[in-house]
């Protein structure tokens, strides 16, 4: 029995740009696994009883990185896309070049960019509500928020990804441009 190649999809792009989207969809029809850097830190504030406000992950991801090692959370997603049986695996929020250090050594990975105006963005993101400060979230802070050191090193990975999606349009238009990547990647 011939092993089958994996499609592992680094997604980069900025707050709301349709990373999960796409994870989202690829889960549905092709039943692809989602590895997420944020699950280990959002355990971690459950765990302690800490709301799940960007913040609180911006800083306890900060102090993780800080103590263990820039690279402690791309070992540990590394460890787990090497682990998985799924055939495509999606990993929604590449936010850093340490984030993929071990992920461009595994065979199948690459690294695509999910571009969408900011104006977008922000509508989205207070519409889904992901985290719960979101959908109060104002146009200053949402600013902000994309200055945070998780965020503004995010348009430079951009710029290093082969591949790039556009999600200025319609669910639609996403979806066609993923089936079009798949193609070109299998």
Do not use: C
């Amino acid at each position: 029995m011939r092993k089958t190649k994996k499609i592992i999809l680094g997604l980069a792009g900025e707050i709301a740009a349709g990373k999960d989207t796409v994870a989202a969809y690829l889960k549905k029809k092709y039943g692809a696994e989602t590895i997420s850097f944020s699950v280990p830190i959002r355990d971690i504030l459950d765990r302690m009883h800490l709301p799940q406000t960007r913040h609180n992950m911006y800083s306890l991801g900060t102090d993780l990185r800080m103590r263990f090692g820039q690279d402690i959370l791309a070992k540990v997603i590394t460890g787990d896309v090497i682990e998985s049986r799924a055939r495509i695996i999606t990993l929604p929020n590449i936010r850093l070049a340490q984030d993929i250090t071990y992920l461009k050594k595994v065979p199948g990975f690459h690294l695509v960019a999910i571009d969408a105006d900011p104006k977008i963005r922000f509508q989205r993101l207070k519409k889904r509500g992901q985290n719960p400060d979101d959908r109060n979230k104002t146009w200053p802070q949402f600013l902000r928020d994309a200055k945070l050191y998780t965020e503004i090193h995010i348009k430079g990975l951009m710029k290093k990804a082969p591949h790039r999606l556009d999600n200025n349009g319609s669910f639609a238009d996403l979806y066609r441009q993923v089936e079009e990547l798949l193609k070109k990647l299998k």
